[in-house]
């Protein structure tokens, strides 16, 4: 089992920066990818950021330009620094972890974190 702890949620003004932070524990192997998707009312889930074990990284297009994620290994942690944000970004943020165990995929989720741009 992998648990999940996300923070950094909160409210912040347009144009502004947020840093959210999820630390996995547990039974976690060297191959997986961790990063966030998120999803406002009415929406469907997207995916915001995604972070490998080797160092690759992945974005959506809505927020390629203005997010970066990072990992620090010996935590086991990813941080996802948002700047320049804007009201279409406000959503609950799930931090979510994959692996694969003898070829058979895990997921883990986050309980999620508010993220509100507004002035």
């Known amino acids: 089992q992998v648990q999940l702890v996300e923070s950094g949620g909160g409210l912040v003004q347009p144009g502004g920066s947020l840093r959210l932070s999820c630390g996995a524990s547990?039974?976690?192997?060297?191959?997986?990818?961790m990063g966030w998707y998120r999803q406002a009312p009415g929406k469907e889930r997207e995916l915001v950021a995604s972070?490998?074990?080797?160092?690759?990284?992945d974005y959506g297009n809505s927020v390629k330009d203005r997010f970066t994620i990072s990992r620090e290994y010996v935590k086991n942690t990813v941080y996802l620094q948002m700047n320049s944000l804007k009201p279409d970004d406000t959503a609950v943020y799930y931090c979510?972890?994959?692996?694969?165990?003898?070829?058979?995929?895990?997921?883990?989720w986050g309980q999620g974190t508010q993220v509100t741009v507004s002035s």
């Open positions: 979510y972890f994959r692996q694969r165990e003898l070829g058979t995929p895990q997921e883990y």
């Open positions: 547990g039974s976690i192997f060297s191959l997986n990818t």
């Open positions: 972070h490998t074990s080797t160092g690759s990284t």
